[in-house]
């Protein structure tokens, strides 16, 4: 099972940004989908997930700002970040617990991409 990030780079505050991310390989399904970000010296920290019913949970700091949001048929998740704030620079990373059938399920990490806000 992999996951494929896109998006993120660089951007003014106040701009917008969106980063998407595919699952593929073989599994049943993907269960919670979502992304963390981590800056350096720091734990990596939830930022948006979402289970397949389209439930989401926010971090504080960005509600209001990111929107997540899923496809279950394409097993893919996409984060549209806008107001962006300089503290909103760091290495995002997509998750998803994959569920692999009778092998079990995968706590499943992309490779992470940075997003860096000037001030």
């Known amino acids: 099972v992999q996951l494929q990030a896109s998006g993120g780079g660089w951007v003014e505050a106040g701009g917008s940004l969106r980063l998407s991310c595919a699952a593929s390989g073989k599994f049943f399904r993907v269960n919670d989908m979502g992304w963390y970000r981590q800056t350096p010296g720091k734990q990596r920290e939830l930022v948006a997930t979402?289970?397949?019913?389209?439930?989401?949970t926010y971090a504080d700091s960005v509600k209001g700002r990111f929107t997540l949001s899923r496809d279950n048929a394409k097993s893919t998740v996409s984060l549209q970040m806008n107001s962006l704030k300089p503290e909103d620079t760091a290495v995002y990373y997509c998750n998803a617990d994959v569920d692999r059938g009778i092998i079990g399920s995968l706590d499943a990490w992309g490779q992470g991409t940075l997003v860096t806000v000037s001030s």
């Open positions: 979402a289970n397949r019913l389209g439930s989401t």
